[in-house]
């Protein structure tokens, strides 16, 4: 066999060459760039005057911002290359460039640089190193967008453990904290164990097919289009498999148990993170899979995953409501919206693809802000993250218990807030789709949910004798701007939100054989 | 006569693996037991060369034999676990012994299920070569690779996160 | 038959924002400043609501300018700022409508909640948290004001989410009393019953009609395009919602309870108005109601005549002040339903009017009475307050006779109108429960009135009664000629408020003539024999003797009342106790978690299904990989058994 040089076209994954380059970048300017922090030991709670929660590390998270804008340019840039010519693949078929990947490396871009906002605040605030964790997040990124334009099962495969192993240690960062390295442990042990399922699925799917590639050439795409239907039941196993693996990323039950953990774990700066990226990134992997390339075969996995739609939205929502930790709640109402989000991709139509982009983008918006305000009022080791902990919150914080409102009732699903829309676009594409019921069951399930967010309202509101101590948000000027900028994105898409949804309606369109 | 003596390897690997194979289990001390098993995983390598699969038999040599074997040696040195005689054992015996040879049945039927009585030629071109390996990674398989690579950085950084003392 | 108001033409309203956004401002400004405002916050709180008051005296002139006539000539207001759904051809916009129907309304809530907030800067002065109730007042006023003035089932859902949600706050206003936060929780969950009724309603209206707008659904009502049985269930899902909201069988408990709040939010949300979202909404969407190929009217009427008789009859046993008047609230609201019920529409907006000035008078004359005697409620231990506390005896005199139907008291004509309808309708067992409900009216009433107002001085040791501070009487006074004078708006031959209201709930069907004259006599006659009656057994010398008789001959009966005629006890049993319905889980859950913030502590009710879910969330790596190892072979079962098929 004659070696053939592969056509190397770089402009499809771009944006993930610029931020790995950055994370290298990053990791080099730690080492030779100024002081490390060993010097500046701020006090927890005492927000230094000036440029003091800056400190003298400003150009590690100015430089993986840089990182972030230029992948978003990149995006960008591609986006127009592909509106011009149309979608394509590169690398041997490996990357699907289309308007997909490009909308969702984009949302993936801007969840990645709140996260380095809310980190570097944090991180100062507890005197912990930066810049394993900003190259941490970088990877991470970058391989949530490979996730996304991947086109080949392998590559999915390494995106997947790319980002995950890189949220694994980003989870127990903290290692202060006990419960930290428990969630890390508890998460990678898990995570390594649903891997082998995906991988399992990859070898059905290629023994089924005799391909790993969703739109190459002997493909799985064209393998669908030439094969009886009679002969694919090998193929639908491994696509189960391959729900199974990434259901698991995007928490659905019944493979959702490490997420309260991981979730209550984890840094609050890493827990918004997990809960935008990582639930963004699985679902694009699994639209592109079932709603695009294995859309022939949505007779036979749709009873599945509408099973896993309606257990996910009741599952979550029930157990959210006996929580009594915040950031617990919020885990088991991010499992109740991953089931939401599931309603779109059954109902296999371009509503639904689109509807679940605008979901995963307001709620990744709305999830940031959340855990950014849990994050100011833990304190140093999270420790006051029990609603109880957020008795008196208005009459101490008025303006940061308003925006908890807001983004309360975004989640909670209520009018004029983004949450509601998100809501109402992917109820309306299963509704298109015929799946009345499964929206009657959605509707059920956020009628649950109102509960558990509107307790947090209450408890916020009220003051009384009973407090034992008054919340108190240690807050800079980062977090003031990340909480804000959330708070501001959930109403303003609440009201304003076809541009976005038009954004993404456009982009729904897909790289094929 | 290449036949003859591929059956004669293969039966004195056989013998070889089956031996250490039974010493990893029953010996007492585990350490003891890690050794036996890297006899075992070369002989497996072994196999590999003599059906001309010489990539499958480097990495199980690399992989199974250089990391995970030594991996464990380190485990089981870091953590003290118990070494030594009698110190080695626990009351899952039967279950794990119901689990290997559920295992071993299945395999083996399924193994039989599928080539009965078949017989394929080996031949340099069937073989799976690592020129040919290596043409797909540097060609179709190119990002994947590169991928690869960033994954393994990340686990890297990773570990040193885990591992530095503060 | 008639028109709604969607074919109507219309102009673009001046002044529907402000009225709306006035009292919004306010409640931004207190929330936020209400410390720092003090005693000031009264006023503001005050003024914001006179503001929104005048701005509906302007739209009303506007109204009537453009609006010369009816039929033909008819035109409505609205104002739309942007449109905030658009898929296809379905949209929605936040828009807002001032037509007959809703300018009757702004008025109901901005007067009375105008006069309720200025009794609430005396009656809350020594209140600590002064300027967060003024905030949550105001902000319950813009959250009416929204429900009434949007011209779409979403805006008005915001609006009713919104009142729901102040009224939650504002019954749990002193949470530190457990019993508080209990009876908000209560109302919280049992409001959310009807909402969730009320949000199917939309969706299906959504899906049918295509359009959320009262024109649009109202229209396509009438010609047809929503079908006979998909109105049914569009109009039986409204109507859940409007009994939640508007206390009807069955889901009545959570109003008496939600007495445990300050008596000005008894006065405004729990009398005057919020209770009255159920029948403004019914009346809005009257269209739809009457396409239902079953009678979901009929079925209006009945659930609200049974609901008068029975709370007329448990609020005759009760002893507390406010639970009476609650009782009583909701025995008026029954007879609104049935005046919705048997197509009078005006007529039941009409006797929320006069209810609305009689009722919060008489909430507002009770709180005076608590004021005067350091929070007593027991009727049993008050009598002959009148001499006492001139003032308040006298308006709520107003008060009572009103409610008791007592000509030329507004109540007589609105009661009246309501049992005429129904005689017109041909429902004679309804205006037979009518008849009913006037007399248990009369005599509860008066039972009330007689004790505590009449007769010799009684009242609880060490308490010295005065008479209400001037801010509450000023709110007082103007609230008793209202309930003396505001039949006048209906008086036959003079100003009729029906025909006014033609235009949006077309003409009711009344009797005239002879049957109207001995129509209104019977009831006249009737609601003096309730008084009679009262004063026999509770004023007269030698009452307590008949009472006692009364009572054991009627033994059993008058147990049954004073349990409430055990409906909360059913519900204990039937729904609450076997804890596995969703009404339970819902009130265990929110009992124990929500408003107590409770602890862990192991659910008994909750145990089918979420501790069980719980538990699986051992802590355990091994538990955790065996149930996601349970969940990879049902996705293969599920599968296999699929491609196998």
């Known amino acids: 066999m004659d070696f053939v040089a592969p056509k190397i076209a770089l402009s499809g994954i771009a944006p993930e060459i610029a931020l790995a380059a950055t994370a290298l970048l990053v990791l080099l300017a730690d080492a030779f760039i100024g002081d490390r922090p060993r010097t500046l030991r701020p006090e927890h709670g005492s927000a230094r005057p000036g440029s003091g929660i800056l400190g003298n590390r400003w150009h590690l998270p100015l430089l993986s911002l840089i990182g972030f804008g230029a992948a978003v340019y990149l995006a960008l840039d591609a986006w127009d290359r592909v509106d011009a010519t149309g979608a394509t693949t590169q690398f041997s078929g490996m990357i699907a460039v289309d308007g997909f990947s490009v909308f969702v490396k984009i949302t993936l871009a801007v969840f990645g640089a709140l996260t380095i906002l809310l980190g570097h605040e944090y991180l100062v605030r507890r005197d912990l190193e930066e810049g394993e964790f900003f190259a941490l997040v970088l990877f991470s990124v970058a391989g949530m967008m490979l996730m996304a334009s991947s086109a080949d099962l392998i590559v999915t495969f390494l995106a997947l453990e790319t980002f995950s192993i890189a949220l694994y240690v980003l989870v127990g960062y903290q290692r202060s904290r006990l419960d930290g390295q428990e969630a890390a442990m508890k998460y990678f042990l898990l995570g390594a164990f649903s891997s082998t399922f995906f991988l399992l699925g990859i070898a059905l799917v290629f023994g089924a097919t005799g391909s790993t590639n969703l739109y190459g050439e002997g493909g799985i795409t064209s393998f669908l289009a030439t094969t009886p239907a009679a002969d694919l039941s090998l193929l639908v196993l491994g696509a189960g498999l391959l729900i199974v693996g990434l259901g698991f990323k995007v928490a659905a039950v019944p493979f959702h148990m490490w997420t309260p953990d991981a979730y209550q774990g984890a840094p609050s700066p890493v827990t918004g993170f997990m809960a935008a990226g990582s639930k963004l990134a699985g679902f694009a992997a699994l639209l592109r899979l079932l709603d695009v390339v294995l859309f022939p075969l949505r007779w036979d996995w749709r009873p599945l995953v509408i099973g896993i739609a309606v257990v996910t939205m009741i599952v979550g929502s029930i157990l959210a409501v006996v929580q009594d930790d915040i950031k617990r709640m919020l885990a088991y109402s991010s499992i109740a919206h991953a089931g939401f989000v599931f309603t779109a991709v059954i109902a296999t139509n371009d509503r639904g693809i689109s509807g679940a982009l605008f979901y995963l983008a307001t709620y990744g918006l709305t999830i940031v802000g959340a855990f950014a305000i849990v994050a100011v009022l833990g304190g140093p080791e999270e420790r006051r993250t029990r609603v109880n902990d957020f008795r008196g919150l208005f009459a101490a914080h008025p303006l940061l218990a308003g925006i908890l409102t807001l983004l309360m009732l975004s989640l909670a699903g209520v009018p004029i807030t983004s949450g509601f829309v998100a809501k109402l676009v992917v109820f309306g594409a299963a509704v298109e789709a015929g799946y009345t019921w499964v929206v009657v069951v959605g509707a059920i399930a956020s009628a649950i949910a109102a509960f558990f967010y509107l307790r947090i309202l209450v408890v916020m509101y009220m003051v009384d004798a009973e407090v034992a101590e008054e919340p108190k948000a240690v807050m800079g000027p980062l977090s003031i701007g990340v909480i804000g900028l959330s708070a501001a994105a959930t109403l303003v898409l609440g009201l304003f939100w076809s541009p976005l949804i038009e954004l993404a309606e456009k982009a729904t369109f897909f790289a094929g054989p | 006569m290449v036949d003859t003596w591929q059956l004669v390897v293969f039966w004195a690997l056989f013998a070889m693996m089956g031996v250490s194979a039974l010493r990893v289990v029953t010996s007492s001390n585990v350490v003891h037991a890690a050794l036996y098993l890297v006899v075992t995983l070369m002989g497996a390598a072994a196999l590999y060369v003599l059906l001309l699969a010489e990539f499958v038999a480097w990495v199980q040599v690399l992989v199974y034999v250089g990391a995970i074997i030594v991996l464990m040696l380190f485990g089981l040195m870091l953590t003290r676990a118990p070494i030594g005689k009698g110190m080695f054992d626990n009351d899952q015996r039967l279950v794990a012994a119901v689990t290997a040879g559920a295992l071993f049945g299945v395999t083996t039927w399924i193994i039989v299920d599928a080539f009965e009585g078949q017989k394929i030629t080996l031949s340099k071109a069937t073989g799976i070569r690592a020129e040919s390996i290596g043409d797909v990674i540097f060609s179709s398989f190119v990002l994947p690779f590169e991928v690869i690579s960033m994954l393994l950085l990340a686990a890297l950084i990773g570990a040193v996160v885990i591992a530095r003392r503060d | ?645």
């Not at chain 3, 009449?454 to 000023?474: I, K, L, N, Q, W």
């Open chain 3, 1 to 645: 038959m008639t028109f709604a108001a969607s074919t109507l033409p219309t102009d673009e309203a001046t002044f529907a924002q402000l009225i709306f956004g006035a009292p919004l401002l306010g409640a931004v400004l207190l929330l936020f400043f209400g410390k720092r405002l003090g005693k000031l916050s009264g006023i503001i709180g005050s003024a914001t609501v006179g503001i929104a008051f005048v701005f509906g005296v302007l739209s009303f002139m506007d109204l009537t300018s453009i609006a010369t006539g009816h039929g033909e000539n008819a035109r409505v207001l609205t104002k739309s700022w942007f449109t905030w759904i658009e898929v296809g051809d379905f949209n929605v916009h936040m828009s807002l409508v001032i037509d007959q129907l809703s300018i009757v309304m702004v008025f109901v809530i901005t007067g009375v909640g105008f006069l309720i907030h200025v009794y609430s800067i005396g009656y809350m002065s020594s209140e600590e948290n002064y300027g967060r109730f003024f905030a949550y007042l105001n902000l319950f006023i813009a959250a009416m004001l929204l429900l009434v003035l949007g011209d779409n089932l979403l805006v008005m859902f915001i609006g009713w989410e919104g009142v729901g949600l102040c009224s939650y706050l504002l019954i749990g206003f002193w949470f530190e009393d457990r019993a508080n936060a209990t009876a908000a929780k209560k109302a919280f969950v049992v409001n959310r019953i009807g909402d969730f009724s009320f949000l199917l309603g939309i969706f299906l209206l959504a899906v049918s009609a295509g359009t959320l707008t009262f024109a649009g659904i109202n229209e396509s009502a009438v010609s047809g395009a929503i079908g006979g049985s998909m109105a049914t269930v569009g109009a039986l899902l409204l109507f859940g919602g409007a009994a939640g909201k508007s206390a009807q069988i069955p889901l009545y408990v959570w109003l008496p309870d939600a007495m445990a709040g300050p008596t000005p939010v008894s006065a405004l949300i729990h009398a005057a108005t919020m209770v009255t979202a159920g029948v403004y909404m019914v009346a809005r969407t009257f269209p739809l109601f009457e396409a239902a190929s079953f009678d979901v009217l009929l079925l209006v009427a009945w659930v609200g005549g049974a609901t008068a008789v029975i709370t007329a009859i448990v609020a005759a046993a009760e002893y507390d002040i406010k639970k009476i008047l609650a009782y009583s609230t909701i025995s008026q609201l029954g007879y609104m339903f049935l005046a919705l019920g048997v197509g009078a529409y005006s007529i039941a907006i009409f006797h929320l009017v006069t209810h609305a000035f009689f009722k919060a008078l008489m909430f507002l004359g009770s709180g005076s009475v608590m004021h005067a005697l350091d929070g007593e409620t027991d009727v049993r231990r008050m009598g002959g307050l009148r001499k006492v506390m001139p003032i308040t005896g006298w308006t709520f005199m107003m008060g009572w006779l009103a409610i008791c139907g007592i000509v030329p008291f507004s109540g007589f004509f609105s009661k009246d109108a309501i049992l005429a309808g129904a005689w017109a309708d041909g429902q004679y067992v309804l205006w037979g429960l009518g008849v009913a409900t006037a007399a248990l009216t009369a005599f509860y009433m008066s039972r009330l009135y007689l004790r505590v107002f009449e007769g010799g001085v009684v009242m609880p040791e060490g308490t010295h009664a005065h008479d209400a501070p001037p801010t509450m009487a000023a709110a007082l006074i103007p609230l008793g000629i209202l309930s003396l004078a505001a039949g006048a708006l209906n008086f036959p031959g003079g100003l009729t408020f029906e025909h006014f209201l033609e235009p949006v709930l077309g003409e009711p069907e009344v009797a005239h003539g002879l049957t109207a004259w001995l129509l209104g006599g019977a009831a006249t006659v009737v609601a003096v024999g309730g008084i009679a009656v009262a004063w026999a057994l509770y004023l007269r010398a030698g009452g307590l003797q008949v009472r006692d008789r009364t009572e054991r001959m009627l033994g059993p009966a008058v147990r049954a009342a004073r349990n409430k005629l055990y409906v909360d006890r059913t519900y204990e049993t039937l729904i609450l106790q076997p804890g596995r319905d969703l009404a339970v889980f819902c009130t265990e859950v929110v009992d124990r978690k929500i408003i107590d913030g409770a602890v862990n502590g192991t659910g008994k009710l909750v145990a089918g299904s979420s501790e069980l879910l719980r538990r699986l969330q051992t802590g355990y790596v091994r538990n955790y990989a065996a149930a996601f190892l349970v969940g990879v072979v049902v996705v293969f079962s599920i599968l296999i058994v699929r491609v196998a098929a």
